[in-house]
């Protein structure tokens, strides 16, 4: 069962979406855009599932710390890690509840915020104030459109003012419903994605 199906019935089990053999999960092309604009800095990928942007963000000159919930997903992000020789760190830490001690240039949540409610909240809190000032945050998820379709439980979609109302004070690049062709295995389809690219206001942090 993949996570687009768990999702469907309203509950995801991550260990379960992560265990046995999977096939590799495509970079997000919002990742590459958005990134391929910027200097190479510090990142922080919310969610990283299996760490295929967090390894594309260190291969292009980024020092990247990726975090997730799922043990399965950290074990592999490391492992192609440690493939790619790329300079990223994992942890396994949960969005809901988790806080960062630092603040990056580029925080990124793509397809990972968890279900409506405070959990929700508290990780939009979490990726606004890990931005460094000056710094550039990607939201990127399925949005609520979607929520007859039956495709996905409506407690996991999100919507564009649900984002951008979590992000006072920041400069918004992009906010958009986007069509974009989202492959998990050998399935893809072509779905409704709100995305967000917004900018920290204050100064740019200084190269180390």
């Not at 590799?24 to 800095?41: F, S």
């Not at 990972?112 to 000032?133: E, F, I, K, N, Q």
């Amino acid at each position: 069962m993949n996570e687009e199906r768990l999702a469907a019935s309203g509950e995801i089990d991550w260990e379960a979406a992560y265990s046995g053999d999977l096939p590799d999960t495509p970079l997000d092309r919002d990742v590459v855009r958005v990134a391929g604009e910027l200097p190479p800095g510090t990142a922080l990928d919310l969610g990283c599932g299996s760490g295929q942007n967090s390894i594309w963000l260190g291969a292009h000159g980024w020092r990247v710390h990726g975090l997730d919930v799922a043990r399965g997903a950290i074990a592999r992000a490391e492992a192609a890690a440690a493939a790619a020789s790329v300079d990223a760190t994992f942890e396994r830490a949960d969005v809901t509840t988790w806080r960062s001690r630092d603040r990056y240039d580029l925080v990124l949540s793509t397809y990972a915020l968890p279900s409506r409610g405070p959990g929700r909240r508290h990780a939009l809190t979490v990726a606004r104030d890990s931005v460094a000032p000056g710094g550039t945050l990607l939201i990127a998820d399925f949005d609520a459109s979607l929520a007859d379709s039956g495709w996905m439980a409506p407690d996991h979609l999100v919507s564009l003012e649900e984002l951008t109302e979590a992000l006072p004070g920041f400069e918004l690049d992009e906010a958009a419903v986007r069509v974009i062709e989202h492959s998990h295995g050998s399935e893809a389809n072509d779905l409704p994605v709100a995305i967000v690219v917004a900018r920290h206001p204050g100064p740019l942090t200084e190269e180390v």
